[in-house]
């Protein structure tokens, strides 16, 4: 149907009992406009106007009214440095820092704050830039190095690397380079809004050491100077019942009061929206792949919460879910009641890793006092519930059937030749769709055949995407949000015949997956204890990779949450009973191949205790997924090694056969892929060049 006008709506609209103006409600539609498409319940957000979904009239007003509206957007071509650099000068600074962040600091930002990538051109998760007068700088680590050379224009752009051995990418920091570049004497701008308290320090102390001053800025110049912003993102906050939540939010609020008090706070300021989300059980769509609803919290130490949130997202019922002590205020007001709280000689805990400096500030600036420690939610949130771990094992045999049915399309004969990354990928994402409580992808799924599977997050495009069969090995790593949790699974496949090298690669790879999957370890073991442990196969042989080994998961929340991981670097927190964990050992050649194994695990509690009487913990895998047997060199694992892969094997195929029961080619494909391996005779190593991404 198409809109039949202004005035037809408003009536529609008023007679339903709307008491927003026909004005507001498109500013409404241009936010839904601007969050991610709700692809597991496209409609949903009709249920941010009254009657929407109950009036087929309105429902269908409003989508046509929406449809106008997406048609009239246009794109605005402009010099983006030349016009970002008018605006410095406005502010009279000299220089000024584009971190990947926003405002709420998360792995994703909606269009609207996405920086980086409209100065830049890049898309990938982790980057900076600095701006200065006459030239500018881009910075990246090695996961992204690649994908920087291709998006990253070097006329306007130093393309840095962070990591070590990025050749030909110079290896330098953000700070090192303004500390080379930066005039003396200049004046250096940041946004305090998307900065926190430890990333300033490195700044400032370059910018000292150039001979310049860090100023913070009212305004950002590069939101002045992008024409043709987006809108904010506006999308549905939903409740999150406690069959999947598995604890109330008012038991949350009281345990963390208990930690407030504990510590001498009287509130802690929550900047992460992953955080809020927990706290209150709610769930929401402003950013791509993560169910957040963008917004700040104030949470006091007599258990109530101050909430901050574009009202627009609120619908009754998720009012009432909140409750009472859950007091609800525009995001305009957060600054106001932050400035109102320090004035009551409050100490208010803020986290110097996530919230931004700006909190900092106006609690000191206005008689308060702050407490900095990373936030106690972090910990509470980490460590999983018993219905978080049901669903989130559940959510995983259904994720590993549609991965299965995936693997064993692109396997039959001619397939890979047919496929490309990015019709693979849609598969891939269909099957996902025809799960139960399938919510979205976790992630961007990284479809790399051949070379592209080297980009560590690579992410095809038309431009860049190969047919599968580009190479014999494609890397598909991906992931899903299901109402009861987070998938995230990497798995190299043979769609060809592999190389003595490759296989001997992926075995050790696999050795290092393994070596993870078996640790049992005391109570206090920190993760890059257990990275060793990942990476000594690869460098037995001079290889090794430029990534960590494990993230944490979170329960349908993201698919990257703190505080534990497995990296090289040390960790102050120790590995807990009920945190998810990827286990992902890689190895990667440019231009050539890509392998990573990757599988959640979560950490349980033996029940057995060591010599010195501390409590003995160990993994269990929950990803339900074969490892490609074609890709295995059977004599490189040992017989510890080849009898978890089997036993592993065993209970893939009991947990998805069931599943695969209407699909008789998966069922045969699972099968045949789970099959115990035996031992073979010793395999002999070839010499090859280490190579390190």
Request: no cysteine.
């Given at each position: 149907m198409k809109y039949q006008g202004d005035a037809n709506l408003e009536k529609l609209l008023k007679t339903a009992g709307e008491t927003r103006s026909l004005d507001e409600a498109k500013e409404t539609l241009k936010g839904i406009l601007a969050a991610p498409t709700d692809i597991a319940a496209p409609a949903l957000w009709l249920t941010l106007f009254k009657s929407a979904t109950t009036n087929p009239e309105i429902a269908q007003q409003l989508t046509a009214l929406k449809e106008e509206i997406a048609d009239d957007s246009v794109a605005v071509h402009q010099s983006k440095l030349a016009d970002m650099r008018t605006e410095m000068a406005k502010l009279g600074i000299d220089g000024f820092f584009v971190p990947r962040a926003d405002e709420f600091h998360g792995e994703y930002v909606p269009a609207r704050t996405d920086r980086l990538a409209w100065i830049t051109g890049f898309t990938g998760s982790a980057g900076s830039a600095v701006v200065l007068k006459e030239k500018a700088g881009f910075f990246t680590d090695g996961r992204y190095t690649l994908q920087a050379r291709k998006q990253v224009k070097p006329k306007e752009f130093d393309i840095c690397s962070t990591a070590a051995d990025q050749k030909p990418t110079p290896t330098i920091t953000p700070s090192e380079w303004i500390e080379k570049n930066?005039?003396?004497?200049?004046?250096?701008?940041?946004?305090?809004?998307?900065?926190?308290?430890?990333?300033?320090?490195?700044?400032?102390?370059?910018?000292?050491?150039?001979?310049g001053k860090l100023v913070f800025v009212d305004s950002n110049p590069l939101d002045a100077a992008w024409q043709g912003r987006p809108a904010v993102p506006v999308s549905p906050v939903v409740p999150q019942p406690l069959e999947y939540a598995g604890r109330a939010s008012d038991e949350k609020r009281k345990a963390l009061a208990s930690t407030l008090k504990e510590k001498g706070a009287d509130a802690l300021v929550i900047a992460l929206p992953e955080e809020t989300c927990w706290l209150l059980n709610v769930r929401g769509g402003d950013v791509p792949c993560t169910p957040f609803a963008l917004s700040y919290a104030i949470a006091h130490k007599d258990g109530t919460v101050d909430w901050f949130i574009d009202q627009r997202k609120l619908t009754e019922e998720t009012k009432k879910w909140v409750g009472s002590d859950v007091r609800i205020h525009d995001l305009s007001e957060f600054s106001g009641s932050l400035t109102a709280l320090a004035k009551q000689g409050k100490k208010a805990w803020i986290d110097p890793n996530s919230a931004p400096i700006k909190a900092q500030t106006i609690v000191t600036d206005n008689g308060g006092t702050v407490h900095s420690e990373r936030s106690p939610l972090q910990l509470m949130k980490a460590l999983k519930n018993d219905a978080e771990i049901k669903g989130t094992t559940a959510c995983h045999i259904r994720d590993g059937a549609a991965l299965t049915r995936f693997i064993a399309a692109i396997s039959e004969p001619g397939a890979a030749a047919k496929f490309s990354e990015i019709s693979a990928s849609d598969l891939l994402q269909s099957y996902r769709a025809e799960g139960d409580k399938f919510r979205g992808l976790s992630f961007d799924t990284i479809s790399g055949a051949g070379g592209n599977g080297a980009i560590i997050h690579y992410r095809s495009t038309p431009?860049?995407?190969?047919?599968?069969?580009?190479?014999?090995?494609?890397?598909?790593?991906?992931?899903?949000q299901y109402l009861d949790g987070t998938t995230d699974v990497t798995r190299a496949i043979a769609v060809g015949t592999?190389?003595?090298?490759?296989?001997?690669?992926f075995t050790r790879v696999l050795k290092g997956h393994i070596q993870v999957a078996i640790s049992v370890f005391p109570a206090g073991t920190t993760g890059d204890k257990l990275d060793v442990k990942a990476r000594a196969s690869l460098k037995e042989v001079g290889l090794d990779y430029a990534h960590g080994t494990g993230h944490g998961v979170g329960s349908y929340l993201s698919v990257h949450e703190g505080p534990c991981g497995i990296t090289p670097l040390s960790n102050s927190v120790p590995l807990e009973p009920g945190m998810i964990i990827s286990n992902e050992p890689g190895y990667y050649k440019e231009g050539a191949y890509g392998i990573r194994i990757e599988s959640l695990v979560t950490v349980i509690d033996t029940g057995k205790k060591d010599a010195d009487g501390k409590n003995l913990l160990a993994f269990k895998t929950l990803t339900m997924a074969p490892i490609d047997r074609n890709m295995i060199e059977p004599s490189l694992l040992t017989a510890d090694e080849l009898k978890w892969l089997n036993d592993y094997h065993a209970e893939v195929q009991k947990n998805l056969l069931p599943l695969l029961e209407k699909d008789p080619k998966a069922t045969a494909f699972l099968k045949k892929a789970t099959a115990p391996i035996q031992k073979v005779a010793a395999f002999k190593v070839q010499k090859i060049k280490g190579c390190f991404l």
């Open positions: 930066l005039p003396k004497g200049a004046t250096f701008g940041v946004d305090p809004w998307v900065q926190t308290a430890n990333e300033i320090k490195g700044i400032k102390a370059a910018v000292e050491k150039a001979g431009e860049t995407s190969q047919p599968l069969n580009a190479g014999p090995v494609y890397l598909v790593d991906s992931g899903a592999p190389t003595t090298e490759m296989k001997e690669n």
